[in-house]
Each structure stands twice: as structure tokens, then as C-alpha cells.
T-cell receptor, first 113, second 108 residues
Framework: NAGVMQNPRHLVRRRGQEARLRCSPM?????VYWYRQLPEEGLKFMVY????????ESGMPKERFSAEFPKEGPSILRIQQVVRGDSAAYFC???????????FGPGTRLTVL | KNEVEQSPQNLTAQEGEFITINCSYS?????LHWLQQHPGGGIVSLFM???GKKKHGRLIATINIQEKHSSLHITASHPRDSAVYIC??????????FGTGTRLTIIP
């Protein structure tokens, strides 16, 4: 049973470009969470999604960031017009729902030049 | 004040020592997680607790719901235990709120 998959593992973008980060949850998991870890800072919640629904996006920056979890395929975190301050590690976690344990992916490390 | 406080922030110990990392939280929770992160690495879930105590190998985690406090213990510590240990709390099936982590270094 494969764990949570994230790709790419490393992503380099120039300022103003778009970044797309993908997360495939564990088999049987329908809940996805995105977290961000800025350099030398702790982890912070961004968004919580179930299939085709955004449940809680209280941690998402108001502009340039969006997330989706379609009926088919991975969850996508999209960052438009990236800036240097977006450089961070982005982790996805999945759970089966209820109070099931969250399992983390390996993260995507975004570097904005 | 953060919802989740960890202590100590940094901990250096000799190989073989017994390690304790503490976590206090200020809100009602449904579960508490202990996570491990190696430098530049991913996040591994060590424990999820809602009451009592859990043990896995040399790791032991306890939680006191009334006192809103949890501890992570490592027995017979080893240099490969060197990592950042993160406490996180959850309410219902919602997001995790994280402590700032404890950086553990075990010296051979």
C-alpha cells in the first residue's frame, strides 16, 4: 500500500511563474490537508479538502494560491505569480476521515529565484 | 501565546541517555500527534494519542487530557534519533496545529 505521494519533490521557479504541486493520497483516503513550512519556521496549515470540496481554507493566502481535489486524480496546490517569499516546503497529508490519523507525504521543496 | 508549546526547543544528549520532550496545549482536542522530521527530510508520524500511553520500540508517548500535557520519551537514545520532534494537536477531523518543534541531537 503506497504512502502519500507528492510530486515534484523539488521545484524551481522564477518570480512571476506558476507552481503546481501534486498530492496523491493513500489508497482509501478521501481527506487531504496541505501544510507549509517556511525556512526555519514551523509547519502551518493551509487548506483542507475532501473530494470536490474545500472544507477549510482559512490558512490560504488570500491571493495567488488555490487548491483543488477533483473526483479523479491528485489534489493540486497552485501558486500563481510566485514570489521569493513562497519558497518553502509544502507537505500534503491524507486521512480516511473521521478522526483517522493523518499520514504525510515527502513534501515538495519550492525554490523561487 | 501559541496554542501548542513545546520544551525544550533544543536538546543535546549523550548516546544512551533517556530523553523527554514535553508538549502543552491550551485548547480542547480530539487527538495529539508526535511527528519526526530529519533535516531536509519528510515528516514521519510517530504516534497519535487521545488518551493514556503508547509504546513503539524505544519510543513512548503519554498524554494527560485533564492537564493538557503530553510527553515523548526515548529510551537508550542513539545518534540516529537526532531529528526535530514536533507535537501537533487536532480538533475533530480538522487541521493540525503544530508546536515549534524540539531539535534533538544525540552525541555518540
Amino acid at each position: 500500500n503506497a504512502g502519500v505521494m507528492q510530486n515534484p519533490r523539488h521545484l524551481v521557479r522564477r518570480r512571476g511563474q506558476e507552481a503546481r504541486l501534486r498530492c496523491s493520497p493513500m489508497k482509501g483516503h478521501s481527506h487531504v490537508y496541505w501544510y507549509r513550512q517556511l525556512p526555519e519556521e514551523g509547519l502551518k496549515f493551509m487548506v483542507y479538502l475532501q473530494k470536490e470540496n474545500i472544507i477549510d481554507e482559512s490558512g490560504m493566502p488570500k491571493e495567488r494560491f488555490s487548491a483543488e481535489f477533483p473526483k479523479e486524480g491528485p489534489s493540486i496546490l497552485r501558486i500563481q505569480q510566485v514570489v521569493r517569499g513562497d519558497s518553502a516546503a509544502y507537505f500534503c497529508a491524507s486521512s480516511p476521515g473521521g478522526i483517522g490519523e493523518q499520514f504525510f507525504g515527502p513534501g515538495t521543496r519550492l525554490t523561487v529565484l | 501565546k501559541n496554542e501548542v508549546e513545546q520544551s525544550p526547543q533544543n536538546l543535546t544528549a549523550q548516546e544512551g541517555e533517556f530523553i523527554t520532550i514535553n508538549c502543552s496545549y491550551s485548547v480542547g482536542i480530539s487527538a495529539l500527534h508526535w511527528l519526526q522530521q530529519h533535516p531536509g527530510g519528510g515528516i514521519v508520524s510517530l504516534f497519535m494519542l487521545s488518551s493514556g500511553k503508547k509504546k513503539h520500540g524505544r519510543l513512548i508517548a503519554t498524554i494527560n487530557i485533564q492537564e493538557k500535557h503530553s510527553s515523548l520519551h526515548i529510551t537508550a537514545s542513539h545518534p540516529r534519533d537526532s531529528a526535530v520532534y514536533i507535537c501537533a494537536v487536532r480538533r475533530g477531523n480538522e487541521k493540525l496545529t503544530f508546536g515549534t518543534g524540539t531539535r534533538l541531537t544525540i552525541i555518540p
